[in-house]
């Protein structure tokens, strides 16, 4: 399954931002989603993921409350909703598909990454 991410861009503190990841190439309704994001000089970390019809969903800490994922297995599409943004979300967004859980290697399928700049 190949993964496009979209939607990132540059917005400032307290703003909004709708990331979406579209599928291409099978179906992903058989997959565990998830998003992960990597700031200049950090390494890649959680940011939420979900299971099947979002009967499971998990937020990292730094974002719960404030982010919220969904998906639409008819348009194939994973979507991450930022509110609030703040600078320390600044980071290029990745969407991936696997096996789920917060940890990067349960996922083998990773979209391109999506820029994400948040200004104070």
């Known amino acids: 399954v190949q993964l496009q991410a979209s939607g990132g861009g540059l917005v400032q503190a307290g703003g909004s931002l709708r990331l979406s990841c579209a599928a291409s190439g099978q179906s992903f309704s058989g997959y565990r989603l998830g998003w992960f994001r990597q700031a200049p000089g950090k390494e890649r970390e959680f940011v939420a993921w979900?299971?099947?019809?979002?009967?499971?969903?998990a937020y990292a800490d730094a974002v719960k409350g404030r982010f919220a994922i969904s998906r639409d297995n008819a348009k194939n599409t994973l979507y991450l909703q930022m509110n609030n943004l703040t600078p320390e979300d600044t980071a290029v967004y990745y969407c991936?598909?696997?096996?789920?859980?917060?940890?990067?290697?349960?996922?083998?399928?990773w979209g391109q990454g999506t820029l994400v700049t948040v200004s104070s």
């Open positions: 991936a598909a696997g096996s789920g859980g917060p940890f990067a290697s349960a996922y083998n399928y």
């Open positions: 979900l299971k099947g019809s979002d009967s499971i969903i």
